[in-house]
């Protein structure tokens, strides 16, 4: 079946503390091997801390602009957040903003590079960006991570693309089928790192332990990322933990770690 390599993330680190335990007891485990960390929410020091203290972790940003909070004070973006200083969940409705206004462009790509410095000043290896509720799949978002991205070392994006097998989203997938294309194409003429294959869209907040037993019988050749949301009592962070699991994962014979791991892979793959 060819190479396989794996890649385990837990998005919305620093969301809160129960989200960094249940982060901090998966990488503990050995299942998890990459987290995906927000720059403005009120766990996110800990979080911080935390990532230092576990060296095999691989940490990468969640660039937040929907549903969470922005590092820019709301006077600087007051275009994109609400009166609470929070960025909306319209994300349609601002996808179009976001097209046809120039100022609201300006503060987009203010808040972009304030999370990018934000993360640089944690001190921590960059592995990886991609977006809180995957909207950097927008060209213009995407667009603005690959340019204001090149001055901070962005290497590696994930394309949410979830294999038709599992995830049967027949509708949403021929929806998003040329964007995710487009997606590929342009970081590819960037040369950014990126997976074949994603699972946990389909599932979020529900990738239990006979899913990802499931996924992990089945798992594909090439680059597989398997994202979940674990937090303190829930089904994904039992999945995480479950022995069994980490049992499927060691029979898989793939190559675990984070982006960077699989750039340094293919480095020192003989030519």
């Known amino acids: 079946m060819g190479n396989r390599f794996l890649i385990i993330t837990a998005d919305d680190f620093g969301l809160s503390h129960s989200v960094n335990e249940a982060v901090r007891q998966a990488a503990l485990s050995g299942v998890l091997t990459a987290a995906s960390l927000m720059m403005g929410e ?27 909070h922005p590092v820019l004070p709301p006077r600087y973006i007051p275009d994109l957040v609400d009166p609470s200083g929070r960025f909306s969940d319209a994300m349609v409705f601002n996808s179009f ?73 027949t ?53 597989t990322e398997i994202y979940l949301h674990p937090t303190v009592g829930n089904s994904e962070l039992a999945a995480l933990l479950n022995p069994q699991v980490g049992a499927a994962v060691d029979a898989s014979g793939a190559i675990r770690g984070g982006y960077r791991d699989l750039e340094r892979e293919q480095q020192n793959k003989p030519r």
């Open 171 to 223: 509708v949403g997938a021929a929806f998003l089928a040329p964007w995710l294309a487009l997606m590929r194409t342009r970081l590819r003429a960037h040369d950014i790192l990126s997976n074949d294959q994603v699972f946990g869209l389909s599932s979020t907040g529900r990738l239990d332990s006979r899913q990802l037993l499931d996924i992990l019988s089945r798992l594909p050749a090439g680059v």
């Open 42 to 68: 009120r766990a996110t020091p800990q979080a911080v801390r935390l990532s230092h203290a576990l060296p095999r972790l691989r940490v990468g940003l969640h660039l937040v602009l929907v549903d969470g």
């Open 97 to 169: 903003r976001f097209v046809a206004s120039r100022r609201i462009r300006a503060q987009l790509a203010a808040e972009i590079r304030a999370q990018l410095e934000a993360f640089a000043a944690t001190g921590l290896e960059l592995d990886h960006v991609n977006a809180h509720k995957h909207f950097h799949l927008h060209p213009l978002i995407l667009e603005l991570v690959l340019r204001i991205g090149a001055e901070f070392g962005v290497s590696a994006v994930r394309i949410p693309r979830e294999p038709f097998w599992y995830s049967r989203l």
